[in-house]
């Protein structure tokens, strides 16, 4: 996953930005540009005055809205060499990585979507022993495998309480468990807001899927995730359970809670009655960007979809 990403002939690294409409897939801020007016609420009712730090930036898009409606540029982190170049050249405060943004602290760290492009190793239970997929590199092709689990990851189920299903895969969020501790380690922030596709631990069993990763292009679903090294995006649901006892562990109180709650709980109402009134006064060309503004509203805020999404949202003790 990491060679296929984020490697120089990467998926993300190559050609364009990927997380608009020109790219491969559409993101909440991409949707509505009012995703980061609920963060700039949070930001507001939570007097949140030191710097905010956004991970994986993508377009910067999310970036801007924030920084538009909290009036606080955010620092942002962007892994992708193509993604970064843009964020460099429309002025963004944007750094590669968590090491090369200069120490100082960070009162809140927020990220949309990015959990689920962080490496996964892969784990399978067959008659009660723990093994790992591996991918064999064949002459010019690749093949799954399996070999006993690694120690380090063995330990990451049993710490997160992983029992077996029969017949499904795990996918080990070890490198996001890593990530968030060397955020930690580094900014200290007293918040956390982290959105996602994703699910409890408890909700796994009832998910018909043998495996949660899957590849995308163009906009749509894609194949078998090895026929097509690097030309695809690769992702999985984020084990959200992972994430809350990971926070936990760090003194963070911790509220799992779906997009939908989290948007209504930081002025959702208010804004789509303010904007459907302008709306119904409204003629011509301002009447239908009116239009576009409610029908992203209403996009973020569907339960079948990027409202579905979970919302960790951590503060510290
Ligand atoms: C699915 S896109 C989401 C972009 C943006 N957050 C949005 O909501 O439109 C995921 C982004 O996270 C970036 N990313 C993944 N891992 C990262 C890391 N460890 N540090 C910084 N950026 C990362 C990817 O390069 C990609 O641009």
Redesign the pocket.
Known sequence: MDECL?SEFGF?NTTK???NKDGD?L????VSEYFGFFISNFINENSIKKNIL??????G??ASQVEKFSNKKPIV????KT?FQFLKNNEFNVYK?IESVPNQEIDLIY????L???PCAVALNVNNEWFEKIIRLEEDSLTYDLLPIREINLAWITNNNINPIEGIEIEIQRNSTE?LKNLISKFKPKYFIIFDYGYEFYERENKPYKSLIRTYKDHHLSGETILQPTST?I?YDVNFSSVESFLKIEDYTVKLTSQKEFIYQNGFEELYKEIQADFQKADGMHKLTLKTHLVGLEAINNNRGLGGFKVAVAKKL
């Open positions: 984020y993300f930005v990927r997380s897939f993101t909440s801020p991409e956004e991970i994986g930036a993508g377009t898009s999310l982190i962007e892994k992708s993604a990585s990220m949309n979507e990015v689920d492009n962080i990530y995006d992702t």
